[in-house]
């Protein structure tokens, strides 16, 4: 059920996307250009990793970060460079269920939004490709706005943007971390797992 004990009053919905709306493998675009197994893994464990890519999400520049990257593995200039021109194609696709789910909510009405850690520049290569984002009300891209869940500055601000109170929104994330963050601004909280789960939630609440 929502980590909350005003469940009664929440008749919006904030989503997580990564791993939430969409699935993200960083694996998924460096398999194509890396075919040893192990030379993979080490480049995912030293090189691109998820680590150096959450200061995209931060909100620093593609450009920088390629570049000094690229000082330090000069070997794999071009992969370095392939991170950010091809970001695309380390989302696989959407996670099981979870388009409907928001096909659903917004059939019946409920307020849609997202409070998403994901780089600027990123967002804007893989927006075009997801029209689902069309029926949201609103979205907050922490490279955007330079502040990063769990940060409660991003909670503040979206839920200013939003023109909500806390306490009538779910949010779904998949980061204990932000979960918690949320919470503590107010937000019930739902920590996905997967799309039935969540799917029993919301009938719970009502919205479904």
């Known amino acids: 059920m929502a980590e909350t004990s005003a469940i009664s009053k929440i008749d919006t919905v904030i989503f997580d996307i990564g791993n939430v709306l969409y699935r993200w493998d960083l694996r998924r675009l460096f ?85 998403s850690n994901f780089g600027a520049e990123s967002w804007a290569q893989f927006r075009p490709s997801a029209p689902i984002f069309g029926i949201f009300s609103d979205i907050v891209i922490s490279g955007e706005e330079k502040l990063i869940k769990p940060d409660a500055a991003i909670f503040e601000l979206a839920l200013k943007r939003f023109d909500r109170r806390a306490d009538q929104c779910l949010f779904i994330d998949d980061r204990r971390e932000n979960i918690k963050a949320g919470q503590a601004v107010g937000l019930a909280g739902h920590h996905f797992k997967d799309s039935r789960q969540l799917e029993r939630e919301l009938k719970a609440l009502g919205l479904l």
């Not at 920088?64 to 370095?80: G, K, L, Q, T, W």
């Open 31 to 115: 398999a194509k250009l890396i075919d040893d197994p192990e030379e993979l893994d080490w480049f995912l464990a030293h090189v691109v990793t998820p680590e150096w890519h959450f200061q995209h999400d931060a909100g620093r520049a593609f450009a920088d970060m390629v570049a000094e990257r690229s000082r330090e593995f000069p070997e794999y200039r071009d992969h370095i460079t392939a991170y950010s021109e091809r970001f695309p194609e380390t989302i696989p696709g959407p996670v099981e269920g979870m388009l409907d789910l928001v096909q659903a909510l917004a059939g019946r009405g409920v307020p849609l939004f997202a409070i």
